[in-house]
């Protein structure tokens, strides 16, 4: 299956941006899926992540109540919803599945990766 991450793109800090990464190939609904995301000159870190059934998730503490996962199976699809951005947020955005049902925030543990797509808060 092929992942393609998009809404990403220039927002003023405090602004608002909806992430979506479709599946296309095959169905990912049984599957865990995470947002990463990684700034220039640094290591790509973890955003947020949902189980199958969407039941269970999770955030980093660096975006925790402003940062939503969620997702759509019916539309084979997952969303970040990222509001009140800072400039520390500027990064591009990936998402990713893993062969397991369950969410986790640990990087390796991830299978297939999208492309990304940028985010760019200005201040």
């Known amino acids: 299956v092929q992942l393609q991450a998009s809404g990403g793109g220039l927002v003023q800090a405090g602004g608002s941006l909806r992430l979506s990464c479709v599946a296309s190939?095959?169905?990912?609904?049984?599957?865990?899926v995470g947002w990463f995301r990684q700034a220039a000159g640094k290591s790509r870190e973890f955003v947020a992540a949902?189980?199958?059934?969407?039941?269970?998730?999770s955030c980093a503490d660096s975006v925790k109540g402003r940062f939503t996962i969620s997702r759509d199976n019916g539309k084979n699809t997952v969303y970040l919803q990222m509001n009140s951005l800072k400039s520390d947020d500027t990064a591009v955005y990936y998402c990713?599945?893993?062969?397991?049902?369950?969410?986790?925030?640990?990087?390796?543990?991830?299978?297939?990766w999208g492309q990304g797509t940028q985010v760019t808060v200005s201040s």
């Open positions: 990713a599945e893993r062969r397991s049902p369950i969410a986790t925030t640990l990087i390796d543990f991830y299978d297939n």
């Open positions: 190939g095959r169905t990912f609904s049984s599957h865990g």
């Open positions: 949902i189980s199958w059934s969407g039941g269970v998730a």
